[in-house]
């Protein structure tokens, strides 16, 4: 399995599960386009991926918003001449109890989670279709898509919705050699998580294969899916959560 040549927008990837798959395609040659909302985390995290030869810019700005996906897609075009995969990995999560949950937040969480994910697709599938070459694009679901969680009911709902919309992108985009997966990780250490008090020793608990998910882990399987490899491949959801999912141990 190899990305060489191959150009790539990967958004919210400044550092955890994103950055780490931005590592990877660089690896294996590909041309990364890294966005973050977080200038710095941005721009150094495309500084310490391009050492050794390797190519990613930083494109900074919120990636729910029009003109950001515009500026990612024109990037591609511009610096490298095309775009063959898309991984819409930005997200937010904010807790709450239903009760109490307000207006403002439920709407970011659908603005981020929702729309930057169907714009985002949206555009790139029209690039995509210019070039008449295919391509890959990728969505970042969630286990809380599967399972219920208590205080993430919008969450888990707009994760549930972005599995829909890669099963309903197969209608529009197979005619045009795009594939559309998506991707559900369960527990995962990330720089966020490993800060919570016992995060790792509560899900290696929890967890039957005996440990919460490495950013590796789920950045792997992400590249499978974006590769020539898995081309047959489309409108599937993959979980990796270490069989949490399949017990639903309550955290």
Known sequence: MTHRDKVAIVTGAGQGIGLEICRQLAEQGAKVILND??????????DKISKGGKQCIPVVG???????????VTAAADEFGRLDIVIANAGITLFGDFFDYQPEAFSRVME?????????AQAAAK?????????????MSSVTGHQAHKDLAAYAMSKAAIEMLAKNLVIELSQFKINVNTIAPGATLTERTTNEPDYESIWSKLTPMGRPSHVSDIASAALFLVSDAAKQITGQTLVIDG????????P
């Open 37 to 46: 909302l977080d200038a710095k985390l941005a721009t150094h995290g495309a």
């Open 62 to 72: 919120d990636s729910s918003r029009p003109e950001t996906i515009n500026r990612l």
């Open 112 to 120: 981020v989670n929702l729309a930057g994910t169907f714009f985002l």
């Open 127 to 139: 690039q995509m279709k210019k070039q008449n070459s295919g391509g890959s694009l990728l969505f």
């Open 243 to 250: 069989g949490w999912s399949s017990i639903s141990p309550n």
